[in-house]
Structures are given as C-alpha cells and as structure tokens.
C-alpha cells in the first residue's frame, strides 16, 4: 500500500523532483534500495528535506506580512489563505488580529 502512494506521488512530480526521486525507483540493487521507496512516512520525510521550505515558519511569517486581500477577491478565500498562514506561526491573538485587518482593502 505505501509503495502504491509512492509511485503515484511520484508519478505526478515535475523536473527536479522527479529527477531526484526517479533515482531511487532505478535502483536494481535491493540492498541499496532507499528506505522511503517503501515507506509513506519516510517518502514524506525525504520530499520535505528536500524540496520543502527551510524555515516553514518564517516563510509562513513572511507570506503573512505580504497578504493582502485584492478587490476581486472573496472574504471566504482570504479568510482560508489568512487562517492556513496563522496557523503555522507561534504569533499571539493581537498581532493575527492586526495582521488580518491590516490585509484587507481600503
């Protein structure tokens, strides 16, 4: 079943990615097989370190300062994008408040 996951994760990957973890799958020899080959959890592991951000926190700090609601925008998308963003940063309730109004349109 994991190795199932595996190959459909990668059958949808792109350039790098794929180049990365294509390796892997063309290893013939099955003591040097990778351990993510085989494992969800370990395939995960091994697409974070990678290709994941570095500091997910601070990226989701940064994407934060910069949202901004456009006019053609709905409440509803902002309010997801907002809330997804929060949750990934250790701020307090005051500074999400003043984060999320000041991101809104005039």
């Not at 990668?10 to 794929?18: E, G, Q, V």
Request: charged share 20%; proline share 4%.
């Amino acid at each position: 079943m994991d190795e199932s996951k595996v190959f459909f994760a990668i059958s949808h990957m792109k350039r790098t990615a794929l180049e990365w973890f294509e390796q892997g799958i063309m290893q013939n020899d099955p003591l040097h097989t990778l351990v993510w080959h085989s494992s969800w959890k370990d395939f995960i592991i091994e697409l974070r370190t990678n290709f994941g951000p570095a500091n997910p926190a601070g990226s989701a700090e940064a994407e934060l300062h910069h949202l901004c609601m456009g006019h053609d925008v709905r409440l509803t998308d902002y309010l997801v994008h907002f809330n997804t963003l929060a949750a990934c940063v250790g701020w307090g309730e005051g500074a999400l408040h003043f984060q999320f109004y000041d991101g809104l349109p005039e």
